[in-house]
């Protein structure tokens, strides 16, 4: 990918221009602009986690993958966020894989140079912590949520989750994606959409998903949607946005 010198002078990605002005640039010299094409394999599980990614416009889905080759998402990142958190926990394994949902780039550095930056402490080391503890309220949330909550909110959730990563209202998703995702069939995802197209909230054709009425989308997902965006806005200064623009 061609070099493009704002990209580093004002990141698109939210914990990177968190950082004080002395500790991004002691990273940048380290950073790589990289296209993620869409299902490439940031890392899978039980392999060493070598490179650590800060998406910008992408959306990585994280999975646990069962015995039988059944997928859930146990998490979702894109430009509030990185991929290979166990880097700067003291190891860098997990039992889950990171790959590319939605296509768009990154910046990549080598895990090894972030975690010693992120030994020295400081700034670096207080926002990737805050950051974690964002991403394990989000986890809690959701074990709770796939427990107590319809598809229908379930859905409406993630689709909003998606859009404000994306800062998209129109982006590419096939239902069989979706119910590989929400682990649920793919009978139940076609109900779920059907309901919420019939609402006049969404529409859905071809692969792409176009949210039609925020305001209703939302009043119709759990309470799980405003307690994480409160929660990265408590603990990061910042939440993931929900100011979409038009892709198509």
């Known amino acids: 990918m061609s070099l493009d010198k704002n990209l580093f002078e004002q990141p698109a990605n939210k914990l990177l221009a968190a950082?004080?002005?002395?500790?991004y640039e002691r990273l940048?010299?380290?950073?790589k602009l990289v296209s993620l094409p869409v299902r490439k394999v940031?890392?899978?599980?039980?392999?060493?986690i070598t490179q650590v990614y800060?998406?910008?416009?992408?959306?990585?889905?994280?999975?646990?993958?069962?015995?039988?080759?059944?997928?859930?998402?146990?998490?979702?990142?894109?430009?509030?966020?990185?991929?290979?958190?166990?880097?700067?926990?003291?190891?860098n394994t997990t039992i889950t894989r990171g790959f590319v949902q939605i296509s768009g780039s990154a910046m990549q550095i080598n895990a090894d140079i972030l975690k010693a930056e992120?030994?020295?402490?400081?700034?670096?080391?207080?926002?990737?912590l805050l950051y974690v503890q964002a991403v394990y309220s989000e986890l809690a949330q959701g074990v709770a949520c796939n427990r107590l909550?319809?598809?229908?909110?379930?859905?409406?959730?993630?689709?909003?989750?998606?859009?404000?990563r994306l800062e998209l209202e129109d982006f590419p998703l096939?239902?069989?994606?979706?119910?590989q995702m929400l682990g649920v069939r793919r009978s139940g995802v076609t109900v779920a959409a059907s309901t919420l197209s019939r609402a006049g909230m969404i529409s859905y054709q071809r692969g792409h998903i176009s949210i039609l009425n925020r305001d209703d989308l939302e009043a119709t997902s759990c309470e799980?949607?405003?307690?994480?965006?409160?929660?990265?806005?408590?603990?990061?200064?910042?939440?993931?946005?929900?100011?979409?623009?038009?892709?198509?």
């Not at 950082?19 to 500790?23: G, H």
């Not at 416009?57 to 958190?85: A, L, P, R």
């Not at 402490?121 to 207080?126: K, L, R, T, V, Y």
């Not at 319809?150 to 989750?161: C, D, F, K, N």
Request: net charge negative; with cysteine; hydrophobic share 45%.
């Open 174 to 179: 096939t239902q069989e994606f979706i119910s």
């Open 149 to 164: 909550h319809t598809i229908e909110e379930r859905l409406a959730r993630w689709l909003l989750t998606v859009s404000n």
């Open 42 to 48: 940031l890392y899978a599980a039980a392999d060493p």
């Open 224 to 248: 799980c949607y405003r307690v994480i965006q409160k929660e990265f806005a408590r603990l990061l200064g910042f939440m993931p946005s929900n100011r979409a623009r038009k892709f198509f």
């Open 19 to 23: 950082l004080p002005a002395s500790d």
């Open 28 to 31: 940048v010299p380290h950073l």
């Open 118 to 128: 992120f030994n020295r402490g400081g700034a670096i080391q207080s926002l990737l």
């Open 54 to 91: 800060f998406p910008d416009k992408s959306v990585v889905s994280i999975v646990n993958t069962m015995e039988d080759g059944s997928t859930t998402e146990v998490g979702i990142v894109s430009n509030e966020g990185m991929v290979g958190i166990p880097v700067i926990l003291g190891d």
